[in-house]
């Protein structure tokens, strides 16, 4: 059974960084892309950053460009999202997904595994 558990969490206040980690388990995700996305209150889940693997290629929403920076450690099974300059719209819970091919999607829909979420709070 696949498992993806995001951690990192927190409240913090505007200006300040946060770094997420999201571990696999279950299988080895060395070929899938993996991503992140967030949802806030009332909202529809948006897309945040992805990376392929094999290869590396990123690709980030224009809102969190140049703020948020995508890595994975393949041998730990493990995704991060560092996320620095957070503003209080960056308000969500913030989920991982992996996809079982290795291209990157914006789509939540093309991606076949999500963990459960983790809260962040930004206050102003």
């Known amino acids: 059974q696949v498992q993806l558990v995001e951690s990192g969490g927190g409240l913090v206040q505007a200006g300040a960084s946060l770094r997420l980690s999201c571990a696999a388990s279950?299988?080895?995700?060395?070929?899938?892309?993996m991503g992140w996305f967030r949802q806030a209150p009332g909202k529809e889940r948006e897309f945040e950053a992805a990376i392929r693997w094999p290869g590396g290629n990123i690709y980030y929403a224009n809102s969190v460009k140049g703020r948020f920076t995508i890595s994975r450690d393949n041998a730990k099974n493990t995704v991060y999202l560092q996320m620095n300059g957070l503003k209080p719209e960056d308000t969500a819970v913030y989920y991982c997904?992996?996809?079982?091919?290795?291209?990157?999607?914006?789509?939540?829909?093309?991606?076949?595994?999500w963990g459960q979420g983790t809260q962040v709070t930004v206050s102003s």
């Open positions: 279950g299988r080895t995700f060395s070929s899938n892309a």
């Open positions: 997904a992996a996809r079982t091919v290795p291209s990157i999607s914006d789509r939540a829909e093309r991606y076949d595994y």
